[in-house]
């Protein structure tokens, strides 16, 4: 991850309700129209603003079939997961649909995470990251028994290749389209020097995760969400980049959950 100075600030999202689809919403009550654009809504504050808070809407978000095709979520089978084979030995796998109902866990985790604000100093203020992060650190139980079963599936398969378990879970919430990380590499710890894993499982709408060459250089799209799993493995944090852009176009939250051996970060 980039190297930032950073201070975290709580954040605790109001508890799940449905509307009047039946589609789960995740608000919370105070500037409702924080992320909404200004040409619609008078009220609009950008991430940028110093008087940005956190208390805006969790934007309500529309399950895929995949999603909610069974009654609870359930892992697949790594058997087909497809590899592209990058430069200078980096890698990515990616298995579409790993986890079939993962509506149920995306739920759970922006209704229980202890969600925060992470914050940067950029030239000559402090502004919000944008994008809602938490750390479990190796030993912490993890929040939903299900990533559990998760990183023990991902230890199964990838034990003689990565020779360690998967040990740590970051998370990242990508609340809407102004929500996302620049460009960077997973260079803190061992990675800056050795080869190393980092598997990233993606829950509900689906976003693009750019890679390109460190440096520069034409640059890979992966669309992932909904379950999808993508693997970045060999000297791919030393030698390529990845991130998650903004959009413009209308974009429900995202959960992306990653995985990661000892002292990789």
Request: charge should be positive.
């Amino acid at each position: 991850m980039p190297k930032h100075r950073v201070s975290l600030t709580p954040v605790r999202p109001r508890r799940l309700k449905a509307d009047c689809r039946g589609r789960a919403s995740h608000i919370t009550p105070a500037t409702a129209f924080a992320t909404t654009p200004k040409a619609i809504f008078p009220g609009y504050i950008p991430l940028s603003d110093p008087s940005y808070t956190i208390e805006h809407v969790f934007p309500s978000h529309q399950a895929s079939l995949f999603d909610v095709c069974t009654a609870e979520p359930s892992i697949g089978d790594l058997a087909g997961i497809q590899r592209t084979a990058l430069t200078d030995g980096a890698w990515v796998d990616r298995c579409p649909n790993w986890i079939t109902g993962s509506e149920v866990l995306f739920d759970d985790l922006v209704a229980h995470v202890p969600w925060r604000v992470e914050r940067r100093r950029m030239y000559e203020r402090v502004v919000n990251v944008p994008r809602l992060v938490y750390f479990y650190e190796e030993g912490v139980p993890l929040p939903n028994p299900l990533l559990t079963r998760i990183r023990e599936a991902l230890d199964r398969y990838y034990a003689r290749e990565l020779g360690e378990p998967f040990v740590t879970a970051g998370m990242c919430y990508y609340r809407d389209g102004s929500d996302s990380v620049a460009w960077h590499g997973d260079r803190i710890g061992r990675s800056s020097t050795e080869d190393t894993m980092v598997a990233i499982l993606s829950l509900g709408d689906a976003r693009p995760l750019m890679l390109r060459p460190r440096g520069g250089g034409q640059s890979l799209r992966f669309s992932v969400g909904h379950g999808d799993l993508l693997v970045m493995g060999g000297s791919c944090q030393r030698t390529w980049e990845h991130c998650v852009p903004k959009t413009s176009r209308p974009v429900g939250p995202r959960v992306s959950i990653q995985f990661r051996p000892h002292n990789v970060r």
